[in-house]
Each structure stands twice: as structure tokens, then as C-alpha cells.
């Protein structure tokens, strides 16, 4: 029997922070809600506690995340691994990618896996549509074979019908080919991997027989632009924490993104078909936030599903410009939506029905958000005649107004809840050592405090573009599988109003509206407005490259050798290339030059 239920310790883990989160969430919407005893229960009093409630209860719980995971885990077990024992095959599913970058991180990874002592095939798992780019993969394909002589152990493939998209892909590889393997490595087009790191996790495998899927947390490479760098921080730094909590939540009902992990062929295949849902996109279709999905399917027959954020080697890129991240944004928006179609669906564990929920509310809660700024006003402007009790105790005695008190008390309960966290993590990486691999305890506390600026900036503006997906969403606007931007880097000024002029329109109304309805809380949502009116300056200014001091993460002091591998191959191609194009045009290049 393959199926462990949370142990006692998870469950006690659980249901602390659970209880927190909801503990702190009715604090904040009682202390909302402070006004409605005073003058009379209002309908729109009533709605902003719920809605605070909400929104509150879902910043406690990245809090919890974050407490649960201060402290130190204790690495997993190495166990020996067995070269004689199970065949692996590393995936590689792509869809319109650069195929010199692509099929140089193969070689790199190929190359990092034989020295690793592991013996492992690649399937590079086409779905790109358009014949021509097709031709280019077929010709790095070539090139890729000839560097690593891999031919019989690293295969191309192209789907002439992309079912089911990156699902569908693997899944179609699983039922022709996986019989042939019993573990498979999943990465994405911009995923590197250490070979170290695979040994280790085929090792996890062969010792667990029950383990079906382990997830690696992924940090990220090549950031070049401040957003990028940023991004790139925030993964190396707060990520560790946030994947302990989550750990330690999960158990083994634990989770998976879709790459950078590794799979018991037998148990996908038995467990992880994913059948298109009734009806038409968004809501119907093929599953498109298919990772989730599958952890929890997994886990519904009984397998264990991990994460251990303690094993290093995983890496991948990150966007590098704030429209890059809305349009990933927009379609997670879609496939995490569509989950509420599976919330209820038979056989699965509470848990990832929690997990289906987490993922639900990630995306909701910016609309929610959202509508309560608009109630707030509107209860403001509807707002009965104040009746005052002086002699009653009032946590912000400095602020007559009711209206102020509470959005004082919303202020300080958010900065609570977002920046406490963060720093709780500088105190733990300082007390550690790990800050000396940021730049040390100075340069580690400036580059939080720059990157929670950043993420207070962005969020009023990453909050219209998911409310926008939202609506998109739930008004029956397929969004598709749009091509991921991995080369969009710099944004000029000019593009960036074409495309958030309507952003900073948005942001010009809301404060237009509020100073003619609701003067009084105009300075309030400042913070709100003014970065929405200067969304297009944003998104062009934190798109530049950065080279200056703050972000420090240990992978661009160190580069892992993977890394130094693939650039060390893609330059030998575009060298080899450049003097091809010189002997087919006779130096005449040199002669421009």
C-alpha cells in the first residue's frame, strides 16, 4: 500500500498555520469593520470586512509560509546511487524556441550528466508549428550531435499535432517511449541542471520506492535587466525559506512545476492522464496549469510527491521585463481559473484540493484588491454621520476619523504581513552565514529593502494587469499558450506607453474619481494611483541592463559549471557560424568591417 497520510508533525505544522492566517484575517476585518458597530451596520461595512478578510487571510498565509520555513532543514538523506539499476531519460519539450540556446543547454547538460558518472538518453520534444523554425531545430539538431556524439542516445522529435500542448507532449512520449525508461528527468527549453543533481535525484528514486515525483527548486540564471536582477535575488534569497515552509506544509502531497524534477515513469503513467474538461476555453479543454494537476494525481493513487529545496544544481531564466511577466501571468491567470473545475472532482487528497485553492486565490485576490478600493470609497462617500463614544478605546487615538483609523490600520497590518516576513529572512540569513553569499549582512539588507520598493511599486500595477486577466477570464477570452518571451529583454519608452498607456489611464481616473467623491482618501491611494500612472516609466526603466551593487546572488560570483559549460558552447557555435558566413561570402565581412 503506497498511500502515507500527513504525519503528525506535518498536521501540527498545518494546522497552526492555518489557524494564524485565519486568526489574523478576522483581527484585520474586525478592526475594519470597528466603524459599523459605531454607526449603524452598513451593507458596505460588511462587504469590506469580508473582502478584508479574505485578502488579509491570503498575505498572513505567505507569512506562515515564511515562519515555517526560518529555520534550517536538515538535508535529505544521500542515499547510494546505483548505475546498474533503472534507465533515466531527460525531457525536453520546446515550442518555438531559439534552438541554438536550446540545443546548447542540451549539450551542456549532457556533457554535466556524463561527467556525473550517470548514463542517461535526452528526448528534445518539439511542438513548434512553423515549418521553417522547424528547419532550425533540425539543423542545431545536427550540430548537437556532432558535438557530443549523441547520436542513439539524444533524440529530436516533432509532433505533427500538438494535442494537449507541453501536457500533451510528454504524455504522448510516455505512452510510446516510456516503457523504455523508468525515470524521466522533466526540464524546461530554459532549464539547466547539474549532472551532480540528477545522480542525486535518481539516487532519491532508487532508495524510495514510493517517491513518485521530486520537485528541485529552481534558481534563476542570466538575469541581465533590474527587474531580471531583481527576480533573480528574490528566487536565490527568499525562495529557500518559502519552498522550506512549504515543504514542511505539503509533506508527501507535495508540489510540482512542470520541470526541473524528476518522475517514476510507471507512476505517470499510471496516474497522470489528463483528459481535455467539457466545454469550451478558458474554463474547458486541455488542462493548461497541467504541473498541479499532475503532483495531485500522484498523489491521489498514492505515491509520495516532494519538494527539497536543499538540493542544488536546478536552475532556470526568469522574464526579464515587467509585460514579459504579465503575459506568462495571464496565462497561469487561465490554467489556475480552470482549476475550480477540480476543486470537487473525486478521489483527491484535502490537500491538493488546498493546493488547487491556493493557486485559485493567487489570482483572485489581486481583483479582490481591487474591489475593495472601489467599496472602500464608495463607503466612504455613502457613510453615515459619525457618532462618537470618547470614552471607548481606540488603537489609533491620534486619528478622530474612523475612516483614517482603518486605513491606517490597514496599512500597518499589509506592511506587517509582506515586509516582516522578508525581514525575519535577513535575521536568518545573517544569523546563518548564508547572507555572505549576498554580499554580506549590509549589502544583503539593501537589496531587500530595493526589491520590496520594487514589488510595492509594481504590485497596484501587476493588480490591473491580473484583475484585466481575471475579467478576460471569467467574460470567456481564451488566452491560448502564447510563445515564451525568453530573448525580450529592454523596453523602450515609446513601446512601453503603447503598451500600458491604458494602465496609466486606469490610474488617472481611479485618483480623478476618488478626488471628486472621496477627497479625504486621495492621499491614501496615492500609493495605489501614482505607480499606475507611471506604469509605462516603470516597465521601461526596470527593463534596463543593471550592473550596479545591489541583488548580489552567489550563482553570478560563482557560476555553476553547467552554466560556464553553455555559454563555452554557445560561443563556439556562433563562432563556428560567423566563420561560415565569412567563407561563403569571401571575407567580404571583414572588408565591411
Not at 493513487?301 to 531564466?317: C, F, K, R
Not at 474619481?513 to 479625504?520: E, G, S
Request: proline share 5%; with cysteine.
Amino acid at each position: 500500500m503506497r498511500f502515507r497520510a500527513a504525519d503528525a508533525r506535518t498536521r501540527a505544522i498545518r494546522t497552526l498555520a492555518i489557524g494564524t492566517a485565519l486568526l489574523l484575517a478576522a483581527l484585520a476585518a474586525g478592526l475594519m469593520m470597528e466603524a459599523t458597530f459605531q454607526d449603524g451596520v452598513q451593507t458596505l461595512d460588511i462587504l469590506r470586512g469580508l473582502l478584508m478578510f479574505v485578502t488579509t487571510g491570503w498575505l498572513a498565509w505567505g507569512a506562515m509560509l515564511a515562519v515555517a520555513g526560518l529555520w534550517p532543514m536538515k538535508a535529505a538523506a544521500r542515499p547510494r546511487f546505483d548505475p546498474t539499476t533503472g534507465r533515466t531519460v531527460v525531457l525536453v519539450p520546446i515550442c518555438n524556441e531559439d534552438p541554438v540556446a536550446t540545443f546548447a543547454r542540451v549539450a551542456a547538460i549532457d556533457a554535466s550528466i556524463a561527467q556525473a558518472g550517470v548514463t542517461a538518453d535526452v528526448a528534445i520534444l518539439s511542438d513548434t508549428r512553423d515549418d521553417m523554425a522547424a528547419l532550425r531545430e533540425r539543423e542545431a539538431f545536427a550540430r548537437l550531435l556532432a558535438v557530443t556524439g549523441g547520436q542513439g542516445r539524444i533524440f529530436y522529435r516533432r509532433r505533427e499535432v500538438n494535442t494537449g500542448r507541453k501536457a500533451g507532449n510528454i504524455e504522448e512520449f510516455i505512452r510510446r517511449s516510456g516503457a523504455a525508461y523508468d525515470y524521466a528527468v522533466i526540464l524546461d527549453a530554459d532549464s539547466l541542471i547539474e549532472g551532480e543533481t540528477v545522480r542525486a535525484m535518481i539516487a532519491r528514486m532508487q532508495a524510495d520506492p514510493n517517491l513518485g515525483l521530486l520537485q528541485t527548486l529552481p534558481r534563476i540564471l542570466a538575469a541581465r535587466s533590474f527587474l531580471g536582477r531583481a527576480l533573480q535575488f528574490s528566487a536565490a534569497f527568499h525562495s529557500p525559506v518559502f519552498t522550506r515552509g512549504l515543504a514542511r506544509m505539503q509533506g508527501a502531497t507535495g508540489p510540482f512545476w512542470g520541470h526541473n524534477a524528476i518522475v517514476r515513469v510507471t507512476a505517470f503513467a499510471e496516474s497522470c492522464g489528463l483528459p481535455a474538461l467539457t466545454g469550451r476555453p478558458p474554463f474547458g479543454g486541455h488542462i493548461l496549469s497541467h504541473d498541479y494537476v499532475e503532483a495531485a494525481l500522484l498523489a491521489r493513487a498514492g505515491w509520495t510527491v516532494t519538494v527539497d529545496p536543499t538540493l542544488d544544481g536546478s536552475y532556470e531564466e526568469g522574464p526579464e521585463n515587467v509585460l514579459s511577466y504579465a503575459k506568462r501571468d495571464r496565462r497561469w491567470c487561465q490554467g489556475n481559473l480552470q482549476h475550480t473545475r477540480l476543486l470537487f472532482a473525486p478521489g483527491f487528497r484535502g490537500w491538493s484540493r488546498f493546493v488547487f485553492l491556493q493557486g485559485i486565490l493567487a489570482y483572485v485576490v489581486s481583483a479582490l484588491w481591487a474591489l475593495f478600493l472601489v467599496v472602500s470609497v464608495l463607503a466612504t462617500i455613502f457613510a453615515p454621520e459619525p457618532n462618537y463614544f470618547p470614552d471607548r478605546y481606540q488603537l489609533f487615538p491620534v486619528f478622530p476619523d474612523d475612516r483614517t483609523r482603518e486605513i491606517t490600520a490597514l496599512f500597518l497590518g499589509i506592511v506587517g504581513l509582506l515586509i516582516l516576513p522578508k525581514l525575519a529572512i535577513v535575521a536568518e540569513a545573517v544569523m546563518t552565514g548564508r547572507a555572505r553569499g549576498f554580499g554580506g549582512a549590509a549589502r544583503t539588507a539593501r537589496s531587500v529593502l530595493a526589491e520590496v520598493a520594487l514589488t510595492s511599486l509594481l504590485a497596484p500595477v501587476m493588480m490591473v494587469y491580473q484583475t484585466r486577466a481575471i475579467l478576460q477570464v471569467l467574460s470567456g477570452q481564451d488566452g491560448g499558450w502564447p510563445a515564451n518571451a525568453r530573448a525580450e529583454g529592454r523596453i523602450a519608452l515609446v513601446a512601453a506607453v503603447r503598451a500600458a498607456l491604458w494602465v496609466s489611464a486606469t490610474g488617472a481616473g481611479v485618483l480623478a474619481a476618488v478626488w471628486h467623491f472621496a477627497p479625504d482618501l486621495v492621499l491614501w491611494l496615492l500609493p495605489v494611483g501614482l505607480p499606475m500612472l507611471a506604469a509605462p516609466v516603470l516597465i521601461a526603466v526596470t527593463s534596463r541592463p543593471y550592473e550596479g551593487g545591489l541583488f548580489a546572488v552567489p550563482d553570478r560570483a560563482d557560476p555553476p559549471a553547467v552554466f560556464t559549460a553553455y555559454l563555452a558552447v554557445l560561443d563556439g557555435w556562433a563562432a563556428s557560424a560567423s566563420a561560415g558566413a565569412d567563407a561563403e561570402t569571401g571575407g567580404a565581412s571583414d572588408v565591411a568591417a
